[in-house]
Nanobody, 124 residues
């Protein structure tokens, strides 16, 4: 059973940058769509960005488009989320997840493997 572990979260000032990493162990995500999601206090978990198995096709939530970039390195079994020009509304716990086989979707219900999350806090 593959396990996912996020890292790179922390406290950052508005306008700053942060790079989140997601590493897979006891398995791989090669051949799967991977996604980043976030959950702010009192809100439901929401889609942020996804990348297909080839690493060439990506999709972003409107709220982060142009500021965040998702990328993957299959050789390292890692997925990244580069966050630029962060704003206080980006404050949340960020989760990486692996989609079900043959799925390319931003819907949470299509993801069956999740990491524990990493906290991102943006101060104004």
């Amino acid at each position: 059973q593959v396990q996912l572990a996020e890292s790179g979260g922390g406290l950052v000032q508005a306008g700053g940058s942060l790079r989140l990493s997601c590493a897979a162990s006891k398995g791989t995500f090669s051949g799967y769509t991977m996604g980043w999601f976030r959950q702010a206090p009192g809100k439901e978990r929401a889609f942020v960005a996804i990348i297909d198995w080839s690493g060439r096709i990506t999709h972003y939530a409107d709220s982060v488009k142009g500021r965040f970039t998702i990328s993957s390195d299959n050789a390292k079994n890692a997925v990244y989320l580069q966050m630029n020009s962060v704003q206080p509304e980006d404050t949340a716990v960020y989760y990486c997840a692996r989609a079900r086989a043959s799925s390319y979707s931003s819907s949470l219900r299509n993801y069956d493997t999740w990491g524990q999350g990493t906290q991102v806090t943006v101060s104004s």
